[in-house]
Structure formats: C-alpha cells, structure tokens
C-alpha cells in the first residue's frame, strides 16, 4: 500500500467518523414515539447511569417518566422563545385535545390558554423526579 492509499483511507475513515458524529447529533429522535426532536418542545431528561434522554414533547415525557426510575434532571423548553429552563420553573397548559405546553413565563401561559380555550395546569412532570422535593427546597428564586 502506497503512503497515499493510506492517507485516502484515513481520510475516509475520519470524514465517515465525523458525519455520523452529526448525524447522530441532529437527528434526534424521541425515545417514546420516534418522532424527530424539536428544540421548542422538547423535553431533555438526566437519568442516572443512562444520562440525557430526549423526548419531543411534554406529552411524551409524561407517558415516559412513570417507567424511569433515577431522573435526577428534566429540562423542558419555553414554547415561545425555544429557552430551556427546568421543569419545576415553567408553567404549563392543557388544550382542548389533552396536548400540553410549556412556557418560562406566566403570562405567556396564561395568553396562551385564554386565546386557545385551554387550561393552566400544574406542573406533570417534576413529582416523577427521584427527589422533587429536595429539589423544591434548594431552588432560591
Ligand atoms: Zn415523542
């Protein structure tokens, strides 16, 4: 094999490496349904010794959790602005067809409910943490 060959196949081997790096970085899939993973709906959920488990909705995760044991983290995002924030801090709407939402702030949830004939709901996700109520304790703001 010429010093050549086997700089080309190095190369391929790199370029291979690396696009499958990306493939497997964009093209997330929710472990409940499949679906692709939207970053304005998503829920981000730390499990202990599994580490980050993405899902593409709030629904989703609510079907998800009661089967995970060890969540230490979820991390939903603000439906408005795509912000993540933890999900003991968002509020969250009901709509008519049981589909929930997210939002970092009140008032955004509570247009968003008057405007679509929806309700505002406590939050479904947190009580399926390993220890919510430490977490309750520990939050300052
Ligand atoms: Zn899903």
């Not at 997210?102 to 247009?111: L, P, V």
């Amino acid at each position: 094999m010429t010093g050549r060959a086997i700089l080309a196949g190095l190369a391929a081997v790199f370029v291979a490496g690396i696009s499958q790096f990306f493939t497997s970085d964009e093209a997330r899939e929710c472990v409940q349904d499949g679906l692709a993973v939207q970053r304005a709906r998503s829920v981000v959920v730390t499990c202990q010794g599994r580490g980050e488990v993405r899902l593409c909705s709030v629904d989703c995760a609510m079907q998800w959790l009661p089967h995970e044991n060890g969540v230490t983290e979820i991390v939903v995002h603000d439906e408005q602005t795509g912000e993540p924030l933890a999900a003991h801090r968002a509020h969250y709407v009901e709509t008519s067809n049981q589909r929930l939402h997210a939002f970092s702030r009140w008032t955004d949830a509570h247009d968003f409910a008057e405007r679509s004939a929806a309700r505002v709901v406590p939050d479904p996700l947190t009580p399926w943490m390993r220890d919510p109520t430490k977490l309750e304790r520990t939050s300052q703001d």
